[in-house]
């Protein structure tokens, strides 16, 4: 059974930092690209990052134009977990995150026919 379960959401003042976390198990890890989706309030779901699989022969990471510059997402394959280090957090960064998995992604785009399976969502809240 495919699981992703995500973690490392709260509640963090503008300027801020936090880790999400994605640990998979179901599946095999390496010969998957694992990326970030958002929804806030009233807003459709929007692809935030993706870092391409280990057995990719190109090895690549995407970000969403709002992001870029302030996430630094990564993968620890030994430990089949993906992180989503997001510095500089503004209020419109305020949304529930969802991890996902995708065989065919190779992450120069990020977007919801490319996933295979979701994680539960993880609730970030920025503000003071």
């Known amino acids: 059974e495919v699981q992703l379960q995500a973690s490392g959401g709260g509640l963090v003042q503008p300027g801020g930092s936090l880790r999400l976390s994605c640990v998979a198990s179901g599946f095999t890890f390496d010969d998957y690209a694992i990326g970030w989706f958002r929804q806030a309030p009233g807003k459709e779901r929007e692809g935030v990052s993706c870092i391409s699989s280990s057995s990719s022969s190109i090895g690549r990471t995407y970000y969403a134009d709002s992001v870029k510059g302030r996430f630094t997402i990564s993968r620890d394959n030994a430990k089949n977990t993906v992180h989503l280090q997001m510095d500089s957090l503004k209020p419109e960064d305020t949304a529930v995150y969802y991890c996902?998995?995708?065989?065919?992604?190779?992450?120069?785009?990020?977007?919801?026919?490319?996933?295979?399976?979701w994680g539960q969502g993880t609730l970030v809240t920025v503000s003071s």
């Open positions: 996902a998995s995708s065989r065919s992604a190779k992450c120069t785009v990020w977007g919801r026919p490319l996933v295979d399976s």
